[in-house]
């Protein structure tokens, strides 16, 4: 059984996509969500759901290892971001290398790095006039959007888009890829 947790700074709808896309899969269950905003709507959709939460601070994350220990104690073997805001501090990486997984809301390398979520990226795509947007999954490492690729994903960028129509494209990929592509990423590293 592999165990994953999943972090979430907002309303984690991805986060509820991919509990329940293996709540009927034996080799894989989301044993935890842990969030840095006691008033993220994911701690709901982790309740309603039965999954437990951890809720830590900046200074527990980046200046102690009350989260390492809680994923220990856990049994983690991997952590897949879900609309977590924050840099992983280099001990998560370390400790779970080529375990932690993320997912962008935009083809990197373009329109990544600090500052490039939600809002702001969608609007920056629409900016900068592309006919392609899309969502890309990859490795996470020591900076921001870096980690090598490991699928993206296209939508059309359409005249006339908003940065919420275009999120609206993007959040479709989104749902539709990022479980399926999480289970292949463990089940090819169990062959290994």
Not at 44 to 69: C, H, N, Q, S, W
Not at 106 to 123: E, I, S, T
Request: proline residues 5%; contains cysteine; hydrophobic residues 40%.
């Amino acid at each position: 059984m592999h165990h994953l947790a999943i972090f979430a700074s907002g309303s984690g709808s991805n986060a509820e996509n991919i509990i329940r896309y293996f709540q009927n899969k034996p080799q894989i269950r989301v044993s935890c969500i842990c969030t840095n905003r006691p008033d993220a709507y994911v701690i709901d959709r982790a309740e309603r759901l039965g999954i437990p939460v951890l809720i830590f601070t900046r200074a527990d994350f980046y200046e102690t290892d009350l989260v390492l220990k809680y994923l220990i104690s856990n049994k983690i073997d991997w952590i897949i971001l879900a609309g977590f805001l924050w840099l992983v501090p280099a001990y998560l990486i370390d400790n779970f290398p080529q375990r932690l997984i993320n997912i962008h809301p935009a083809l990197l390398p373009k329109f990544g790095g600090k500052g490039m979520y939600g809002q702001h990226v969608h609007q920056a795509v629409i900016d900068c006039k592309e006919n392609v947007s899309g969502i890309t999954i990859h490795y996470v490492n020591h900076e921001y959007d870096r980690g090598s690729t490991i699928f993206q994903a296209t939508c059309p960028v359409e005249a006339g888009d908003t940065p919420e129509s275009l999120a609206a494209r993007v959040h479709e990929l989104e749902y539709a890829y990022f479980p399926k592509i999480i289970e292949q990423e463990i089940l090819k590293q169990q062959k290994t």
